[in-house]
């Protein structure tokens, strides 16, 4: 049986949403989070040296990273191809665009605001809290909530042509788009943006990712 190293509020829910549109058998290893410094539990190392979430065993094979995660499961198990769209074609294309930009282009400035926010926080110092407070938050307006903003409106204007983001049919590129979608709404909302909005919907809509929320938990963080 698969078996997924899922840590509470992060990219890992995506996994079990995948599995569940696969309708594969899979056993969940939660961890929490430290309240204080919200990271992962160090027995997550004995997993994958980084100690980070999601990592999936199968058999033999043990595998970190989310969009590797994604790719495997679907080459290995959805043979009838109904989570990605047939090669060569622009939706292909659009697919594995989305499939590496949740990753490469849109988590590393929602990573960034998180770090900074919690800039006046524990563990920071008490001492260093008011600074750490106006650093982070002069980062976030000068540069990291204009980049976000450019980003959602790029999501709304895809979602304004497509009613999923590879085309006309849900494809896995959905599932690894979820996530950021997820952190956005969690953060700060998604705006006066109706199609991430109607998307966030038909997402809820899934029997499949009810299923996965009910075992993995809601996005909260």
């Known amino acids: 049986m698969i078996e ?8 890992s829910q995506r996994v079990l949403w995948l599995l569940e549109e696969l309708e ?3 056993r969940v290893v939660e961890y929490r989070r430290d309240p ?10 004995r997993v994958h040296p980084l100690g ?3 990592v ?6 043990t595998l970190a990273e989310s969009g590797a995660i994604i790719d495997y499961l679907v080459e290995t198990y959805d043979t009838a191809g109904r989570l990605t769209p047939s090669p060569t074609t622009p939706e292909w294309r659009a697919y594995r665009y989305w499939l590496h930009y949740a990753e490469g282009s849109a988590m590393p400035l929602l990573v960034m605001s998180l770090v900074f926010t919690r800039l006046a926080k524990p563990p920071v110092p008490a001492l260093m809290r008011p600074f750490g407070r106006l650093l982070g938050n002069g980062v976030k307006a000068q540069y990291l909530e204009p980049r976000l903003r450019e980003h959602l409106d790029f999501w709304e204007q895809t979602l ?32 006066d943006r109706p199609h991430l909005e ?24």
């Open 4 to 11: 997924v190293h899922h840590l509470e509020n992060s990219r």
């Open 160 to 191: 304004s042509a497509t009613t999923w983001f590879a085309g006309e049919t849900f494809s896995a590129a959905d599932i690894q788009m979820s996530f950021p979608l997820l952190a956005c709404e969690s953060r700060g909302g998604l705006g």
């Open 24 to 26: 594969l058998e899979y």
């Open 198 to 221: 109607a998307f966030m919907a038909r997402m809820r809509e899934r029997p499949t990712y009810r299923r996965a929320v009910e075992k993995g938990g809601e996005f909260s963080l």
């Open 52 to 54: 980070k979430a999601p």
């Open 36 to 45: 204080q410094t919200m990271l992962a539990p160090d027995s997550l190392k």
């Open 56 to 61: 999936v065993v199968d058999g033999d094979v």
